[in-house]
């Protein structure tokens, strides 16, 4: 079992006052993501926690896996039309093929970054999009001040990579990098 599943397992219980503090944050990325994915596609959402982002697409086919059993449960209790299963990207996707896949914030916790990237090819066609949404190093100090005033929940351990590396690592598993931005650059809305 991943030794993660336990924290998230946490966080699923313990999140009520964070969430209610990046609301703005999740608004901004469900307000990125529709510019590219509109309503009514299929979408398949890696680290999906509570469902908030996959449900914010409107999907007709919304399919949302964490590994988090709680995160699940939470995502399940209000499914808005989406279904969410627990899994673990590192060792496998679902056969069925998606519109559009993304990957929320997810790349920082795993072993396996390019097995996981092509363990997604089981849910894709060659004209499936992958949205993937990292965080940037320049937020690691203002991370560390929300943990401090109880807006950012404690996060174990992980991995912090650049956009070359993911750009790297996605082409390595097969992936064809089409574009990369930079969006979010606080996380409220101003």
Known sequence: MNTLAPHFDWVAAHDKRARWWQRSFHNQLIRLLRRHIPAGRSVLSWGCSDGTVLKGLTPARGLGIDLSAGMVAKAQADPRGCEFRQGDI??????????????????????????SFGNLHASATADTRLYLASLNTLWLPLLGLGRMLGLVMKQPLSNWLSHTDLINLLELSGWEVISMSHEQLLPFDV
């Open 90 to 115: 590192e060792t496998g996707s679902p056969d069925e093929k998606f519109d559009a896949i993304v990957v929320s914030f997810l790349t920082g916790y795993l072993q396996d970054i390019q097995k």
